[in-house]
C-alpha cells in the first residue's frame, strides 16, 4: 500500500456508490477514485459528471471508469455492488443474492493484486462483511464493514433534536447488527460529559426517560420509512463511509461502530457485527470494550447468534481454508 496516495476504488455505482463519491469530491477526502460497474457506460457518465465539479473540490481528484485491475495499487476498495433491497424486505433475505455478487467482485479484486483495505456497504451488511473476509483471504483487520455507523449517526442526530443539543456532542451507540437485533446500551449514553439518566433526573419537567425508547425504535425503523418513501437510502450511508474512509487516511485511530470480526470480546467470537472500534491507517486497530450492563451484553449475543444463524444458511462454499493465503 502506498501510503501518500490515497487512491479509492468504488465497485457499484448506484446510488450508494455515488452518494459516497460525491461526499468524496465535496470533502476532498482522496487523490484518484476509479468507479466500476456492470454498466461501463453508467460509471463513465458518472465519472465525467464528478469530474465536471472538480473544480469546486477543495483539493485535487481525478475520477475515472475503470475495470478491476485499477484495484491493484488502491488503498481502499469500497464495495456498494449489489441488488436491490425492496419496500419490506428484511437485509438478510437479501443475502444469497448479494453473496453470490460478492464471489465476483472479491475474488476479481484480489486477483488484481489488491493488498489494501476493503470496505463493504452492501447489505445485509454484517454478512456481506464476513463473506468478503472469507472469499478474500484477507486478515480480518483488512476487512471493514459499515456496520451500525449510520445507526449510531441517526440516534444522535434524534437525540440532539430531542436534547436541543448539537448532535457532536452526543455519544451515545447503536451496537450489534446492522438490523432487526440493533439495540442502543443506554448504559453507555452521553451529552457531554452527563449521562442521560442524570439528565432526566434533572429534568424531569422537560424530558420523559421513556421517550428514549420511542427514539431507538425509530432509529432501528428508520432504514424501512426511508425505503417506503422513496425506495432506497443513500445519502447518509454514503457519508457515513466517507467518515470511515478518513479515519483510515489520517491514521485517526477514531471510534467508530463498524462492522468488525469478535474474536472473544462479549463473549462472542468469530461474528462480525457493529461494535465500538478504533480505526487508523492500518484498519482495524482494536475493538473498544465497552461496560455494558449483563441485559445489554445478552442483546448482544441475541444479534450474534441472529447473524450467525443467517450466515450458517448459506449454500455457497466459504471455507477459508480453500481460499489464498493470508496477505
Known amino acids: ?12 455505482a448506484g446510488m450508494v456508490g455515488m452518494s459516497y463519491a460525491y461526499a468524496l ?3 476532498g477526502v482522496c487523490n484518484e477514485l476509479v468507479l466500476i460497474d456492470l454498466n461501463k457506460k453508467r460509471a463513465e457518465g458518472e465519472a465525467q459528471d464528478l469530474n465536471h465539479g472538480a473544480a469546486f473540490s477543495p483539493s485535487g481528484i481525478k ?4 475495470d478491476y485491475g485499477d484495484c491493484s495499487d488502491a488503498d481502499i476498495v469500497v464495495i456498494c455492488a449489489g441488488v436491490a433491497q425492496k419496500p419490506g424486505e428484511s437485509r438478510l ?24 483495505i476493503f470496505i463493504v456497504a452492501t447489505n445485509p451488511v454484517d454478512i456481506m462483511t464476513r463473506v468478503a473476509y472469507d472469499l478474500s483471504g484477507f486478515p480480518a483487520h ?7 455507523t449510520l445507526d449510531t449517526a441517526r440516534l444522535r442526530y434524534l437525540l440532539g433534536n430531542y436534547f436541543d443539543v448539537d448532535p457532536r456532542n452526543v455519544h451515545a451507540y447503536v451496537m450489534g447488527e446492522h438490523g432487526d437485533s ?3 446500551p443506554w448504559s453507555q449514553a452521553m451529552v457531554a ?12 419537567d422537560s424530558f420523559n426517560i421513556y421517550d428514549i425508547e420511542k427514539i431507538a425504535d425509530e432509529v432501528s425503523n428508520a432504514a424501512y420509512s426511508i425505503i417506503e418513501a422513496k425506495g432506497a437510502t443513500y445519502y447518509g450511508i454514503g457519508m457515513a463511509i466517507v467518515r470511515i474512509t478518513k479515519a483510515i487516511f489520517n491514521d485517526e485511530s477514531s471510534v467508530l461502530t463498524i462492522s468488525t470480526k469478535l474474536n472473544g470480546e462479549y463473549g462472542i467470537k468469530d461474528t462480525f457485527l457493529g461494535v465500538p472500534t478504533f480505526i487508523n491507517r492500518g484498519g482495524v486497530k482494536r475493538i473498544l470494550r465497552l461496560d455494558l450492563t449483563p441485559e445489554e451484553k445478552q442483546k448482544l449475543m441475541n444479534s450474534a447468534h441472529t447473524l450467525d444463524e443467517s450466515y450458517n444458511m448459506l449454500s455457497v462454499d466459504l471455507d477459508r481454508s480453500k481460499k489464498m493465503a493470508l496477505k
Open 193 to 204: 460529559t452527563k449521562h442521560v439518566y442524570d439528565i432526566f433526573r434533572d429534568n424531569s
Open 1 to 12: 500500500m502506498i501510503y501518500d496516495k490515497r487512491k479509492v476504488v468504488i465497485v457499484g
Open 63 to 66: 475520477v475515472t471508469a475503470g
Open 93 to 116: 433475505n437479501l443475502l444469497q443474492r448479494n453473496t453470490e455478487v460478492f464471489r465476483q467482485v472479491v475474488t476479481s479484486t484480489v486477483n488484481s493484486g489488491f493488498n489494501g
Open 182 to 184: 440493533e439495540f442502543v
Open 25 to 27: 469530491l465535496n470533502q
Open 142 to 148: 483488512r476487512v471493514i464493514g459499515t456496520g451500525t
